[in-house]
């Protein structure tokens, strides 16, 4: 008898049986296998009957049979879909007042100033209707033509294209998405243009409405006269009379709301959803939010053309969606969008969410009640302390309160001396100071162009050039006006003067003084009436980079006093990168909408959400300086050796301040200071941000313990052993004070994680230079 051995085929057969084929599915139960095996070497294969050879006909016809629907459908839609309507195109125009404004080579279509220009007021325009309700039917925006007078408003022709498949548009939905987006204040995509909202028309193309009209059998007038906006009745503040949110720490509104409700009525109409909300205990603060929502706050700003709503802040939305996001309708979803609500820097003031300090108690920090640092962006946790009295403004920094009359009035009251800082400013109106957060001697940002306004014992005026005007001659009144302008512009920090003129002021209830002696080397302001109105106009250059601004500029060892532990204000362009809301990286801010950071950061990280955090020294409380943009972009470096990034933010920065502004770009080579450098790390709690003095060391000294690139600078701690409770992370910035002893500029970056170890055995400080990348730098800023 002859025994069979069955052997396995090793490999082959072990990959077939991971596909999704199997040839078991083509035997049926009961009948045997088409391959018999015997004891001889012979082999036999049984032919498939005829019931199987009639099965195969059947499933090929039917085969046969979906093939030929499937291309019968495919050439029907294709040939006949032109019976559907087209598109629907909208024709539309704004006029830009401010921001941009009419020069004849945009007249011509062909020029590269037109195509610039033209892109981004289209991409301008995409972007609001792709984040719209609108967004589904939304093909595309085009720019049609741009005209007006030389150095004079702009006008903006465009077209909208929608989809008429996904429902008809009608033209007042286009109105809606245009009007909140242009309107001053709210825009998300055109903040830093004025649109003047009178000037808005859309009409619907004629060709387009005739198309519809067959495909629907309705009717077309030969004619569609334009819809125009009626400018809409100055904003008042009136009483909350609404019940549900009678608790309120603040007693009066405004229509509409932030939700589009015109009156109470209306908000009773919709509050159902909004309950539902609260009582499904989403977010513990849903109540709080909801009714700021529902119940703005309203300044009454007396004497001025309208009040003025203040919203909650941006991060008491970003806090409400996290939790309660997912319970959001549609329409609701298209409301609240957190982009369009401001942070606590930016222009007009807002609502942060309430408990600050029960949240800091509730974090173990109650230490940081009263402690000189502001950590609540609502200054709650400094204002009501032994040192500062109810009324009193903070100074910014240490356990100081002054009166409001004691800002400005010629003596030093604060440690930093910031009540007397900023004592001439600039300002769009004295509406806009009047918005301002006023609970700190610091301004809340900076303004490059306005009115020259001054602040005297916490009186706010103009600067009226009446007496320029009487006394002096054209020539010499206009090196007067340049003067006074250059030396504002410099002690507001800014590189120079762009332009300078007298314009006549607009607003009343104005109280004004004049130039005492135009002429002195130092000049004097007296109180006085100005009839004619005339009052200066200023326009600086850009802001200085490198400056600390919260310090003394007056002397240039303010900078080297700096403490281990870092102060508000003391680095303001160090900004903290988060993935998913959690520390992982640091960058540094090198222009308005740009950060430098290492590649390193983003090796092996998934695909995630990352954010970055600019003017925090304590990343577990929020100051009101703070300031968080989206990253939207990453460019990396194409010179040798080098790991460094670019990352774009999603909005730029037009908030700067004494707590956030740009750092130098070196100028070239080796620091020009390298007997003065830090870097920036944290505790080990990745908490308190802290300084350690660097020293430039020979590249041996690092090559022998690590591996050096071409474009690595090698340091060492002045006082490594007492450093031994800081940690940087990846993207920590090499700062060196520049020659004039004010400026500082980023000389290198770290790419890696250091922490302090045993003596002997502290990884090597290799930071990437940043000088040999300033090309590409500059390049792609640009």
Same mark, same amino acid.
């Given at each position: ?32 296998? *088409? ?8 082999? %036999? ?9 009639? +099965? ?76 719209? $309700?609108?967004?589904?039917?939304? /093909? ?50 055109? #903040? ?15 060709? #387009? ?79 709080? %939010?909801?009714?700021? #929502?529902? !119940? ?13 709503? *203040? ?54 920090? *109650? ?5 000189? /640092? ?5 200054? *709650? ?112 920090? %800014?590189?120079? /003067? ?17 130039? !005492? ?7 004097? %302001? ?90 925090? /020294? ?33 909005? $730029? ?12 770009? $070196? ?30 060391? #020979? ?48 000389? +290198? ?34």
């Amino acid at each position: 008898m002859v025994a069979m051995e069955h052997k396995r085929k090793p490999s082959w057969d072990s990959k077939i049986s991971v596909s999704t084929v199997s040839t078991r599915r083509f035997s049926r139960a009961g009948t045997p296998s *088409s391959i018999l095996s015997s004891d001889s070497d012979i082999r %036999f294969t049984r032919k498939l009957g005829s019931q199987y050879r009639c +099965g195969c006909c059947v499933l090929a016809a039917f085969l046969l049979f979906l093939l030929f629907a499937g291309v019968s459908i495919y050439l029907g839609y294709t040939f006949l879909q032109s019976e559907l309507p087209n598109d629907q195109i909208f024709l539309a125009t704004f006029r830009v007042t401010q921001g941009d404004a009419f020069n004849p080579e945009l007249a011509d279509p062909s020029t590269d100033a037109f195509r610039q220009r033209s892109r981004s007021y289209r991409d301008r325009i995409n972007l609001a209707f792709r984040r719209s $309700p609108l967004q589904m039917s939304f /093909v595309a925006a085009e720019i049609l033509a741009l005209d007006g007078v030389e150095g004079q408003d702009l006008m903006v022709h465009f077209d909208l294209r929608f989809d008429a498949r996904y429902g008809i548009i009608d033209t007042e939905s286009i109105l809606s998405v245009l009007t909140r987006e242009l309107t001053p204040g709210a825009s998300r995509f055109f #903040a830093n243009l004025t649109i003047d909202p009178g000037s808005l028309e859309v009409q619907e193309s004629a060709s #387009a409405t005739s198309n519809l009209a067959l495909a629907t059998n309705a009717s077309v007038p030969e004619e569609v006269v334009p819809t125009t906006i009626a400018p809409r009745p100055p904003r008042r503040c009136s009483p909350i009379e609404f019940t549900y949110c009678k608790h309120l720490p603040y007693n009066l509104t405004s229509y509409p709301n932030l939700l589009g409700h015109a009156n109470l009525q209306e908000v009773n109409d919709d509050i159902i959803a909004f309950r539902e909300l609260v009582d499904a205990e989403c977010y513990k603060q849903a109540y709080d %939010f909801i009714c700021q #929502a529902l !119940q703005p706050a309203c300044l009454n700003l007396a004497g001025d053309d309208e009040d003025a709503l *203040s919203p909650p802040c941006r991060g008491f939305c970003k806090e409400f969606w996290a939790g309660c996001g997912s319970r959001l309708s549609e329409r609701l979803r298209a409301i609240l969008d957190c982009s369009k609500f401001p942070e606590y820097a930016d222009l007009g003031s807002c609502k942060s969410k309430p408990g600050c300090i029960r949240e800091l108690q509730t974090k173990a920090l *109650s230490s940081r009640i009263c402690d000189g /640092v502001i950590d609540c962006p609502d200054f *709650s946790d400094e204002r009501d302390c032994a040192y500062c009295r109810e009324g009193h403004v903070h100074c910014g920094i240490g356990t100081t309160c002054i009166p409001r009359s004691s800002r400005c009035d010629g003596k030093i009251d604060c440690p930093n001396a910031s009540d007397e800082k900023d004592c001439l400013s600039l300002a769009p109106s004295l509406k806009f100071l009047k918005l301002q957060p006023s609970d700190s001697a610091h301004p809340s940002r900076y303004t490059d162009e306005g009115y020259v306004v001054f602040n005297e014992k916490g009186t706010v005026g103009k600067i009226c050039t009446d007496n320029l005007n009487n006394t002096l001659p054209d020539t010499e009144m206009q090196s007067v006006l340049q003067s006074t302008a250059q030396s504002l512009c410099s002690l507001m920090t %800014f590189e120079g /003067v762009k332009s300078v003129e007298v314009r006549t002021d607009e607003e009343d209830g104005v109280p004004y003084v004049l130039m !005492q002696d135009p002429t002195a080397a130092e000049i004097t %302001f007296v109180r006085a009436p100005c009839p004619s109105k005339q009052v200066m106009y200023v326009r600086c250059t850009d802001l200085a980079c490198g400056i600390q601004g919260i310090r003394s500029k007056s002397s240039p060892g303010a900078s080297k006093s700096l403490g281990k532990i870092s102060g508000p204000g003391d680095w303001p362009w160090h900004v903290a990168l988060l993935k998913e809301d959690n520390h992982v990286c640091d960058a540094t801010l090198v222009a308005s909408a740009w950060l430098l950071t290492t590649a390193s950061c983003f090796q092996g990280q998934p695909k995630a959400e990352w954010s970055a955090r600019l003017g925090a /020294v304590r990343l577990s409380s929020s100051s009101p300086w703070e300031q968080e943009r989206w990253i939207v972009g990453m460019v990396k470096s194409p010179v040798e050796g080098s790991s460094l990034v670019l990352l774009k933010m999603d909005r $730029p920065i037009t908030a700067f301040s004494d707590f956030v502004r740009p750092v130098c770009l $070196p100028s070239g080579g080796p620091a020009s200071n390298d007997t003065h450098c830090n870097t920036l790390g944290w505790a080990k709690n990745r908490d308190l941000l802290q300084r350690v003095q660097l020293r430039y060391n #020979a590249m041996e000294k690092c090559e022998n313990v690590s591996i050096a690139s071409v474009n690595s600078v090698c340091t060492e701690a002045v006082y490594p052993t007492d450093d031994c409770t800081e940690e940087e992370v990846a993207g920590s910035p090499l700062l060196c004070l520049e020659a004039d002893g004010r400026r500082w500029s980023l000389a +290198g970056v770290g790419n890696w994680r250091i922490a302090c170890s045993k003596s002997g055995a502290e990884r090597p400080r290799l930071y990437d230079q940043v000088a040999s990348n300033l090309a590409w730098i500059k390049s792609t800023v640009g």
